[in-house]
């Protein structure tokens, strides 16, 4: 049997110390820290998160500033806010949730956040350091299994991890940080030839491709280390993985369940970030 990742459980405890150093933050520099969150549209999944986010961020006592924009909004209005964002002095981070409307360009709007506040971590400067293994700001997710891996003890170094998924806010960043850490890395993608010899060889294997159940136990390797990613929905509108996750649970020595493993990781990250822009502001 697997052992499993409870991401629920390490984010509650991780969230414990950044509402302490939100505290000695607000005490040393008598100040709130501030997040604005830029919601443009009505999708629906995108205002769960959002939501999400500002609760998350009042019960560590950080600051949220929400702006909802219609979906009819402008470039140039957008841009604006995001410009009076970058000025306001009370926003050490900002976050714009994705994806815009189809008529905004997502590019354009987010290169107008500075690599200080861009908590999120998706900027050129921030995927730049990561590159060349400097500290600086990582997007929240691959950071939260990173975070995860870590908590269970798993260090990557020497491992083979393979990341299934080459989009720019998981896949790219999570190799990146793997390599950082020393795992020998392959990083896998629809185009891929021979994906489940590829994958059966991995230590670790994390898997970002957002296909339910995809991952089955002929493509894992006895013992290893799975990070599910993924949030879809089976066959019966139920949610999951892109990890077969009954398959795979006697084979994999440790995995995340879907839902509670990598989810509530998130969006711890994007406060632990938020405190680290904070205290850099200074
Ligand atoms: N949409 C889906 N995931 C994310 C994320 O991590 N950050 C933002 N800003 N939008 C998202």
Do not use: W
């Not at 964002?85 to 050490?92: F, P, Y």
């Not at 050129?124 to 975070?147: D, I, Q, S, Y």
């Not at 010899?197 to 339910?212: H, P, S, T």
Request: proline share 4%; charged share 25%.
């Amino acid at each position: 049997m697997s052992q499993l990742i409870d991401g629920k459980a390490l984010a509650a405890k991780l969230r414990g110390q950044i509402r302490e150093q939100a505290q000695e933050y607000r005490q040393r520099y008598g100040e709130e820290i501030g997040l604005a969150v830029v919601l443009v549209g009505n999708d629906p999944a995108s205002e769960v998160y959002v939501r999400n986010k500002i609760k998350a961020c009042e019960e560590v006592g950080i600051r949220s500033y929400s702006y909802r924009l219609p979906a009819e909004t402008r470039q140039e209005q957008l841009e604006e806010l995001i410009d009076t964002l970058v000025e306001d002095r009370r926003v050490h981070g900002i976050l714009v949730q994705l994806p815009l409307p189809k008529h905004l360009d997502e590019r354009a709007a987010l290169s107008r956040i500075p690599a200080a506040k861009d908590v999120d971590g998706f900027c050129a400067e921030n995927v730049g350091n990561l590159a060349m293994g400097r500290e600086t700001l990582v997007a929240c997710t691959p950071h939260g299994v990173m975070k995860m891996l870590e908590e269970y003890g798993v260090d990557p170094k020497g491992k083979r991890a393979v990341v299934l998924g080459r989009s720019n806010i998981v896949g790219k960043p999570m190799a990146m940080l793997l390599l950082n850490a020393d795992a020998t890395v392959t990083v896998c993608h629809s185009k891929t030839q021979g994906l489940q010899e590829i994958c059966a060889q991995a230590d670790i294997l994390v898997v970002a491709i957002g296909r339910a159940k995809f991952v089955t136990a002929d493509m894992v390797k006895e013992g290893a280390v799975v990070i599910d990613v993924g949030m879809d929905r089976d066959e019966n509108g139920k949610l999951c993985g892109d990890v077969d996750f009954a398959s795979v649970q006697g084979k994999a020595s440790l995995i995340t369940p879907v839902p509670g493993g990598v989810g509530p990781m998130t969006i711890t990250m994007l406060l632990y970030n938020t405190v680290v822009a904070a205290r850099r502001s200074k």
